[in-house]
């Protein structure tokens, strides 16, 4: 027979000694103390005294019956749970009913059956140590659920609410009167009510915790919860929910800083490969083509230079800001999802997803208003500020079917679109690549070529109209490339220039050309006016002055026989700084004349300042002539201004003799072109110049 490991105390009430004794007797052989009480009153006395761990209480006693003193002990919060057998008499079912009534745990009948009765005593001990340890148990439970903030459920299999307790931290949720004896799909929105079904299935399925993360829309705004189900039985879950609008929340700024350029407030980088990789497999799946617009802001390097990053920061917001409404038009997002599809790269490069394009004008017509958007001026801190863009459009799946591809392209083409004169935009093609793969070789055999010997001079002469006597000639650069033959000075020197090679080229030049200038006067005795391009990164260069005076110095030229040829863009780009280098050369006493006139803007009174000595007008001027007579007024008008600042003016590009009649009755002083002689070799120049030194003597 099993005992229990502690002796337990019996109380036994009975007013029969005999009975109290055989049941002393019974209660000992199964490892039990007993304590009597020969009435009801003294068993609710000694129960409140000793606390015993069961009772035997017989139903007719003096004083205090059974039923009266089971009642009495129930009734004290002492004896509310301490289990009680009644003792009743044989056949008395009412007997029976009437201890249930007053709280009895079982119930013996007499006669009573002595071993079998030590067992039932035993087992109901067990029991109620049990139901002692449950009742712990669930107390513990009770505190935990009611620690915690969340609100928790039980669904049966069948979806059913069998118990429903709000968390705490649950608000204005649904009570248990919402929910108990319902099913799921009344209290929930169906398709949230069939993800929590779904996974009730699999909890079931494998024992293991799963959780549904949903968002319910509450007094107008939306708020999300956790819904976390355990399995509690083989057909019951228990689910705990949470409410994770603030995780929800924070997790949304994360990303927001994380996906969000900090200065303008739309996607950068990162998120838009994101979104590019999306659009790329949505379109992949549904067979749909989209472009990648890829926008740079021209000379935006310029304005962060000479006005400030402040004025820059502030451009870049104000551009995104045109670009975002710009593009918001319906043909330009078939989807909700459209701030995505705009996104800041990094600096003043920006780009545009153009979801399920049709044609590829589309692209091009989003790419012309944004360029139309960008021509607008942008009013900061009281300035107009001008801005041009360049675009590059790549297509997909024409041009290539990964994003990095696209990307790359889409940037390919917008290089090219820069090189074509800015504020251009250009579809991506392969043989850009090419053109691209060249330019680079190009760059690469033009850093060799100075070391390698490859440029050269030839020199073009300038003739007095009137004595059609050389007065002076223009040194022009070629190079002669070991692969390609000679490449013109139009197709390098803008390389030379973007690249920076144009101020060591620039230099060797102009001591090339002093030199021959020089060798030329040892030669022939006569002495011609050497002219020598500069272009603005030249002009710009402090050692510039340094440059030229070592120039002369070094071959013996004088100054006088130096001529300096700039544009009217170089020389009007920043007049302040143009002032200061010019007062340097003038100082030097080298003759300065501004090339390509009439193509640029230039203010006459700069000019006055400037002390230019010569124009030369744009042979665009000139090769219409005579026939054309708006090009003849304004060489008129040039010739007539320049003499009125006393200037002289050169003509270029004089191909025929009617032309050159005509600059003479205009009362041009020079000209220079193929009419008069074509660019040419050193040797040749000196020939020219002993000729009419024989001629003349
Ligand atoms: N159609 C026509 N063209 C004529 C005629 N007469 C002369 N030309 C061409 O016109 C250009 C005049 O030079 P540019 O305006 O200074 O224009 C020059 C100049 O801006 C630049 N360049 C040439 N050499 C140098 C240099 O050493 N340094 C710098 N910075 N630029 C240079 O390259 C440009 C082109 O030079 P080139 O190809 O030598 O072309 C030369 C010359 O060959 C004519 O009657 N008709």
């Not at 000019?607 to 230019?612: G, N, T």
Request: glycine share 8%; aromatic share 6%; hydrophobic share 40%.
């Amino acid at each position: 027979m099993a005992c229990p490991t502690k002796r337990g105390v019996v109380l036994v009430a009975d007013d029969d000694p005999v009975m109290r004794l055989l049941m002393l007797q019974m209660l000992g052989q199964v490892g039990l103390d007993g304590v009597e009480a020969e009435d009801g009153a003294r068993a609710v006395a000694l129960m409140r005294e000793l606390r015993p761990d069961l009772i035997l209480m017989d139903v007719d006693m003096p004083n205090m019956d059974g039923f009266a003193a089971c009642k009495a002990i129930r009734d004290d919060a002492a004896g509310a749970t301490v289990p009680i057998i009644m003792v009743t008499g044989g056949d008395d079912i009412e007997a029976v009913t009437n201890a249930y009534e007053a709280g009895a745990t079982d119930f013996v009948s007499k006669p009573i059956n002595w071993p079998i009765l030590g067992h039932r005593v035993l087992y109901v001990l067990r029991a109620s140590d049990a139901i002692a340890r449950l009742r712990i148990a669930d107390a513990q439970n009770r505190a935990v659920l009611a620690a915690i903030p969340d609100t928790f459920f039980r669904l049966n299999r069948d979806g059913v609410y069998l118990d429903y307790e709000r968390g705490h931290d649950a608000g204005a949720g649904l009570s248990d009167s919402d929910c108990v004896g319902r099913h799921i799909t009344e209290v929930l929105p169906r398709e949230i009510a069939e993800r929590l079904l779904e996974q009730m299935e699999n909890v079931l399925a494998t024992q293991q915790i799963r959780s549904v993360e949903y968002e319910l829309l509450r007094g107008g705004s939306a708020q999300h919860f956790e819904a976390r189900l355990v399995a509690t039985g083989p057909t019951e879950v228990l689910g705990l929910v949470r409410d994770i609008s603030e995780r929800k929340r924070t997790e949304e700024q994360i990303r927001r800083l994380a996906y969000c350029d900090s200065l303008t407030g739309i996607p950068n980088r990162q998120a838009f490969l994101e979104t590019l990789e999306r659009e790329l497999h949505r379109s992949k799946m549904g067979n749909k083509k989209f472009a990648v617009l890829f926008m740079d802001l021209d000379a935006f390097k310029r304005i962060n230079d000479t006005l400030g990053h402040n004025v820059g920061d502030h451009l870049l917001q104000l551009v995104s800001e045109r670009l975002r409404e710009t593009t918001r038009p319906s043909d330009m997002v078939s989807r909700g999802d459209q701030a995505t599809n705009l996104a800041r790269l990094g600096g003043d490069e920006f780009t545009i997803l153009i979801p399920d394009l049709e044609r590829v004008e589309h692209a091009l017509n989003v790419a012309h208003r944004v360029k139309e958007a960008m021509r607008r001026p942008f009013l900061i801190e009281g300035n107009e500020i001008f801005v041009t863009a360049s675009i590059g459009i790549s297509l997909f799946p024409e041009d290539g079917d990964d994003c990095n591809s696209l990307l790359k392209y889409a940037d390919t083409a917008m290089y090219h679109a820069k090189n074509c004169g800015k504020n251009n935009a250009k579809l991506y093609s392969s043989s850009l690549t090419m053109q691209i793969m060249s330019h680079v070789k190009l760059e690469v055999g033009l850093r060799k070529a100075l070391g390698n010997d490859e440029l050269y001079l030839l020199y073009q002469p300038q003739f007095d109209v009137h004595s059609t006597e050389i007065v002076g000639v223009e040194a022009l650069v070629r190079w002669r490339h070991p692969e390609r033959g000679v490449i013109s000075p139009t197709e390098f020197i803008p390389l030379a220039e973007e690249t920076g090679l144009i101020v060591p080229i620039g230099e060797w030049v102009l001591r090339t050309a002093c030199s021959q200038a020089r060798n030329w006067q040892r030669q022939t005795r006569r002495s011609v006016r050497m002219a020598v391009n500069l272009s603005a990164k030249q002009f710009k260069d402090e050692n510039l002055s340094q440059i030229v005076l070592s120039a002369l110095h070094e071959t013996g030229l004088d100054p006088r026989f130096l001529e300096l040829e700039l544009t009217e863009g170089t020389l009007m780009d920043d007049a302040k700084a143009t002032l200061a280098t010019l007062e340097q050369l003038r100082r030097i006493g080298v003759y300065l004349s501004i090339d390509d006139f009439g193509t640029g803007y230039s203010s006459m009174n700069y000019l006055k300042r400037f002390d230019v000595r010569a124009l030369k007008i744009d042979r665009s001027f000139i090769c219409g002539l005579p026939q054309d007579s708006e090009n003849a007024a304004i060489t008129r008008a040039i010739i007539a201004m320049a003499h009125g600042l006393k200037m002289v003016v050169v003509a270029e590009g004089v191909e025929t003799g009617e032309q050159l009649v005509l600059l003479q009755q205009y009362g041009c002083d020079l000209v220079q072109g193929y009419h008069l002689g074509h660019p040419v070799p050193g040797d040749s120049i000196a020939q020219k110049l002993v000729g009419v030194v024989q001629a003349a003597g």
